[in-house]
């Protein structure tokens, strides 16, 4: 069987902080297939962002990997992004594999029109010369479906809507043809009707284009409907993964249980309260020494503040890190 | 059941400069919204950004003095209130803010915080007011240690209880909540909410509560207001407007919203288009733009809100014919 295209291979990140080494993402493994959307969820502070960030090698000054492969492999040869050299990863990112953010207004260069930004890429590559670059940043603005690309190449950020704005950041994405895109939270900033069009633009490229998409998000409504897989991150770990339906199904893990109850649904019959999750997400600086979501589990027994548990099969192609989810299943 | 408060024609135009003449301008942030909020219920009040629903909002606590129309509170116009009259009134209305890093004062401990709106309404002694700030701390399920200390040493979470302390002082009928738990992660937006019904029922309280979330608002609101471009849209009740929409722009929202009990099915139902300017918004109808039931009469002619069911109204001509459902035959992507 080939190799998927990405394959994280215990990613361990950690933040130097005046507190000391805080442990940001830890042991964390994941695979992406060609033309496959995973979903990477979890709150705030889960290390959902810094596990996307580590993949291109883009992490803040104060964050590190400090153990792990990043295996990207592409016709037939694999290479491990976190141990090559600065100059060849410079190559990979933007045109093997790119990255879309939240607010594209902060990403976009203000100053710059956006055809001219789209197609900055291929001439930093030296992929096309200025007419080539130009005719291929229209051509992209036409399969992002920008309305009236022909006046829209020569605007500025400031002109576009919030919704444009992002169609823009993804033609950038696009210009060189990459075959793994990663979206952190691509359609939080936006309105949902608008959110509702990307969604529909990201998994439409996916078909026509073959690309693979690590999708990072909040939202467990629009991981649920764009995704193939699901990977549910807490406090710096994988907890749970596995195929979209089953996992919303079925969750394996009491963490992303708790989260499907607390999240309000307009599919089931209304409730009269919503299920919260007690508690608060440990502080890296004091995880607790077995699981960390033992503290706030309402399946906690004593032996899970004993050791941290390990991913364990749970079903074909589905994991979780749980000693209960273990006893359930077998 | 009476209605608490009343909006009735209301009006907002926010000056804006148009052309590079300084031409006059306006945006049109609310256009002739006729509302009530019955007393005890939760009103759901949706819409996108640039809807007006957060304006509206503002002008129902009278915070942004509106151009036309009338805010009465039990009856009583708040626009042709007395200076000092008004300033008593308020204290039966209070605001909750969307964003509890940017609406609490760093430099205050949480003590002056909540201790403010005694000072201003109320004389009370010093001892007074820390039993009554420490028994506000524990109605939001916060403990007495947090008095003295500042914003910044707490989560969001818990700044939002802080805020909805200071919300609860003064004992007030009615709160507008703005998108509270919009900014917070699923599993404490959740605590927030269920917080927020404990207390509607413990005091009786009456919310207008803004969302951009048909989600939260189904679970929380009785009735749900929907807006669009400045104008009413569509509204009633909560669970009959989601079963039984009547304007074409809450089937797309309906559509639009992402749901996890639609797991993988990888349908997305969405309209092309954008929301119009709101310094020039479209003839008649707002909406028609974006709506595929359009006719030539939408652009002429201004919809009313219609009464079409007990308490549900729309404000478009063709609401009879307004698909429950969006389906690509209805509406192509």
Request: proline residues 8%; glycine residues 8%; positive net charge.
């Amino acid at each position: 069987m080939a190799p998927p295209l990405l394959e994280i291979r215990n990613l361990t990140v950690q933040f130097q902080t005046a507190r000391g080494v805080l442990p940001a993402v830890q042991g964390l493994s994941l695979s992406i297939g060609r033309g496959e959307i995973l979903g990477l969820v979890g709150e705030s502070g889960c290390g959902k962002s810094l596990t996307a960030l580590s993949i291109p090698r883009l992490l803040p000054p104060n964050a590190r990997i400090a153990a792990g492969q990043v295996l990207l492999s592409e016709n037939g040869s694999g290479r491990d992004l976190a141990q090559l050299p600065e100059h060849e990863l410079r190559s990979i990112r933007g045109t093997r594999i790119s990255m879309i953010f939240q607010e594209p207004m902060t990403a976009l260069n203000p100053v710059m029109r956006v055809g001219a930004q789209i197609g900055e890429a291929l001439l930093a590559h030296g992929l096309a010369n200025k007419r080539e670059a130009r005719a291929a940043a229209l051509d992209m603005m036409r399969q992002v479906a920008i309305p009236d690309a022909e006046r829209r190449i020569r605007q500025y950020p400031h002109q576009l809507s919030g919704g444009l704005r992002q169609r823009v950041m993804i033609a950038m994405a696009l210009i060189c043809r990459p075959s793994l895109m990663i979206a952190d939270e691509p359609t939080t900033a936006l309105d949902v009707t608008i959110q509702a069009q990307i969604l529909a633009l990201l998994a439409e490229l996916r078909e026509r284009l073959g690309l693979a998409l690590l999708f990072i998000s909040h939202d467990l409504g629009v991981v649920s409907q764009i995704a193939d897989r699901v990977a549910v991150m807490y406090a710096g770990r994988i907890v749970e993964h596995g195929p979209v339906r089953e996992i919303f199904a079925a969750p394996a893990h009491p963490y992303t249980a708790g989260l499907l109850r607390a999240a309000p649904s307009l599919g089931c019959e209304p409730r009269p309260r919503l299920a919260s999750i007690e508690g608060l997400v440990p502080s890296l600086a004091e995880l607790p020494p077995g699981c960390a979501f033992e503290p706030r589990c309402e399946l906690r027994v004593p032996e899970c503040s004993a050791a941290e548990p390990e991913l364990i099969e749970v079903g074909p192609g589905r994991w979780a890190r749980c000693i209960r989810a273990a006893t359930k299943n077998s | 059941m009476e209605p608490l408060v009343r909006i009735e024609r209301l009006t907002k135009h926010f000056p804006a400069s148009a052309g590079a003449w300084g031409s006059k301008a306006a945006v049109h942030a609310i256009d002739d919204v006729t509302l009530e909020v019955r007393s005890g219920e939760t009103l759901g009040l949706v819409g996108e950004s640039g809807s007006g629903k957060t304006t509206l909002g503002r002008c129902a606590l009278f915070l942004v003095e509106p151009t036309s129309g009338g805010v009465f509170f039990q009856e009583r116009n708040l626009l042709e209130m007395k200076r000092g009259e008004l300033r008593r009134m308020r204290r039966h209305m209070q605001m909750i803010f969307q964003d509890p890093f940017a609406s609490l004062d760093p430099r205050m401990r949480v003590a002056e915080t909540l201790a403010e709106p005694f000072h201003i309404h109320e004389r009370l002694s010093r001892s007074q007011i820390g039993a009554r700030c420490r028994d506000l701390l524990r109605q939001v399920g916060l403990g007495e240690e947090a008095l003295d200390r500042y914003p910044h040493e707490f989560s969001g979470g818990q700044r939002q209880r802080i805020g909805i302390a200071r919300a609860l002082a003064l004992q007030p009928r009615f709160i507008v909540a703005d998108e509270p738990v919009s900014a917070l992660d699923v599993s404490v937006g959740a605590q927030i909410v269920n917080l927020l019904q404990d207390l509607q029922q413990h005091y009786s309280l009456t919310y207008l509560f803004i969302s951009h979330s048909l989600p939260v608002v189904r679970h929380i609101a009785t009735r749900v207001a929907v807006m669009y471009l400045g104008k009413l849209a569509e509204a009633g009740p909560v669970g009959e407007v989601l079963r039984r929409p009547l304007h074409p722009y809450t089937v797309l929202l309906l559509a639009s919203t992402p749901d996890i009990s639609r797991a993988g099915r990888r349908e997305f139902h969405t309209a092309p288009g954008e929301l119009p300017s709101a310094v020039r918004p479209p003839s008649g109808c707002r909406f028609r733009t974006r709506c595929p039931l359009a006719r030539p009469r939408c652009a002429d002619e201004e919809p009313p809100l219609r009464r079409l069911a007990p308490g549900h109204s729309s404000a478009c001509h063709f609401a009879e014919e307004v698909p429950s459902r969006l389906t690509p035959a209805v509406w192509p992507i």
